[in-house]
């Protein structure tokens, strides 16, 4: 886990960095500061309304505590072993077995989880993703995801303005810099996607672990995570919020690992299965 998280951090500071060099070729120490400010704006947007937006783009529903006790009862269980407070818990209807958290940080969490999950997942099952989401939480990995998907948004912003800046005149009359800022505006937002999909990878790994080591039982996350890869897969809200779910809900093909959201399945089935905890 230290490793990824390593990996995670060095992903974030890269994706800083080439907003940065990017913003500076566009416009110098003005392009800078534009996209400093650009990328700070939208990250503050993002931290205050990100999760009420993502919650009404999947028609989610609060789950009510007498229909869905022992959910609550889980999450609280679980929650208290992570030492976060006890996350919203909100019910998407999907025949899709899948969930997700957000929320900008652990006080203001919540979790949804589609009424598939419920249906197909067996008890033990049900707590491994459980477990999940709440290690996201735990992790601040809400906060790095938005971060991450800010700065890319704000590099393909850039690269946008600097194409119509190509289109009616630059100021800058080098033949080398126009050069510079053709080739950035294109390889850019390419660099910043494959990095913003890499962190999402990372987490993912981070969150496995972590859940596994609250509820002591690896198993119990590996074998939900077949059984929700294997399942028909109906899509669940727009693919721009594919990356917090627990498994890709638009996965209906062998993606390019390189180009995923999520690490294979397999891979963190793997993982999982080699995991142990002294109960």
Do not use: C
């Amino acid at each position: 886990m230290f490793i990824d998280q390593i990996k995670t951090t060095i992903l974030l500071a890269g994706l800083t960095f080439l907003l940065l060099v990017f913003g500076f070729a566009v416009g110098g120490t003005s392009g800078l500061t534009i996209a400093l400010i650009l990328a700070a704006t939208m990250n503050i947007l993002s931290y205050w309304y990100s999760d009420k937006l993502v919650l009404k783009m999947h028609k989610a529903k609060l789950a009510e505590h007498k229909m869905f006790e022992e959910l609550h009862d889980m999450v609280k269980d679980i929650s208290t072993r992570a030492s976060i407070k006890k996350p919203k818990i909100y019910i998407i209807n999907s025949s899709s077995p899948n969930a997700f958290a957000t929320g900008r940080n652990d006080k203001k969490a919540s979790i949804a989880v589609t009424t598939g999950l419920l249906e197909k997942l067996d008890r033990r099952e049900l707590k491994g993703v459980l477990a999940h989401e709440i290690a996201h939480i735990k992790n601040k990995d809400l906060l790095i995801s938005t971060v991450s998907v800010i700065l890319a948004s704000a590099i393909a912003y850039l690269a946008v303005m600097a194409r119509w800046a190509m289109i009616f005149g630059n100021s800058r009359d080098e033949e080398g810099s126009i050069l510079e800022i053709i080739v950035l505006s294109i390889v850019a937002p390419i660099a910043a996607s494959i990095l913003r999909l890499a962190i999402s990878r990372s987490r993912e790994y981070v969150a496995d672990e972590t859940g596994a080591k609250l509820i002591k039982d690896p198993e119990a996350l590996a074998d939900a995570l077949v059984k929700i890869e294997t399942s028909p897969k109906t899509n669940i809200g727009n693919k721009a919020a594919a990356s917090l779910f627990i498994i890709n809900p638009f996965s209906g093909g062998k993606f390019i690992n390189l180009l995923s959201t999520h690490p294979a399945t397999s891979d963190r089935v793997k993982r999982l299965r080699k995991l142990s905890f002294t109960l």
